[in-house]
């Protein structure tokens, strides 16, 4: 049965990513991470008009809840461990929102520009409509242009650098072999055809890290 707050997710199983890492940043009761869930909505200035313990009982049930909450949820755990974790970590839609000027910006360092593609990346599978009905700002495009021609990417300093897996060539090469892939897709069958089979592969992938 659907609620207004949350519509089930499509397996409707127990949201074991999201125990694991509220378990991992010390929450030790529901009611604890529903009060800095609430706190993170107000401090985007957006406070949500209900929060409490249920709710977080719903969520690990595997409910997904509406609007950007699950930015909020992502937003509490960040903090609370100091590391960046997304909606996706969660097996959460990203409901539609991404920041309105995301990739206007030409980033300062090779982690911004990778954190800006992933965000546009997963905003546009999952249907966002800022990425399909956006209009496109010409002065932006103006400037991000000359700051790539006179502007070198910095590298982040060692402090600055997100932990986890190292990427070695096999990795890259792994990765080559995919894009190469979805090109002969793009030409022999158009970029619709390509563009589902990304998105269905993103999908698979979600569920095994989830």
């Excluded at 049965?1 to 125990?19: D, K, Y």
């Excluded at 957006?46 to 950007?68: F, N, Q, S």
């Excluded at 980033?107 to 593609?117: H, M, Q, Y």
């Amino acid at each position: 049965m659907r609620t207004r707050s949350a519509r089930l997710s499509p397996a409707h199983t127990p949201n074991e990513p999201l125990a694991q890492l509220m378990l991992e940043a010390g929450f030790d009761s529901r009611k604890s991470f529903a009060r800095a869930v609430l706190e993170e909505s107000r401090r985007a200035g957006e406070p949500l008009r209900h929060c409490d313990h249920t709710y977080v009982g719903r969520w690990l049930e595997g409910k997904i809840p509406r609007g950007k909450t699950p930015v909020f949820i992502a937003a509490a755990l960040t903090r609370a461990l100091g590391r960046r974790i997304t909606p996706a970590d969660l097996g959460m839609p990203l409901s539609g929102h991404v920041p309105a000027d995301t990739g206007f910006a030409y980033p300062e360092t090779s982690v911004d520009a990778i954190e800006n593609l992933a965000a546009l990346w997963g905003a546009d599978l999952e249907g966002a409509r800022l990425i399909r009905a956006g209009q496109v700002d010409r002065a932006a495009w103006s400037e991000t242009s000359l700051r790539w021609l006179v502007n070198q990417l910095r590298w982040p300093d060692e402090a600055e650098r997100p932990h986890g897996p190292r990427v070695g060539m096999a990795d890259v090469d792994r990765f080559r072999a995919t894009i190469d892939l979805f090109v002969q897709l793009d030409n022999r069958f158009g970029g619709g055809h390509a563009r589902l089979g990304g998105w269905c592969l993103s999908r698979v992938a979600v569920h095994q890290v989830s």
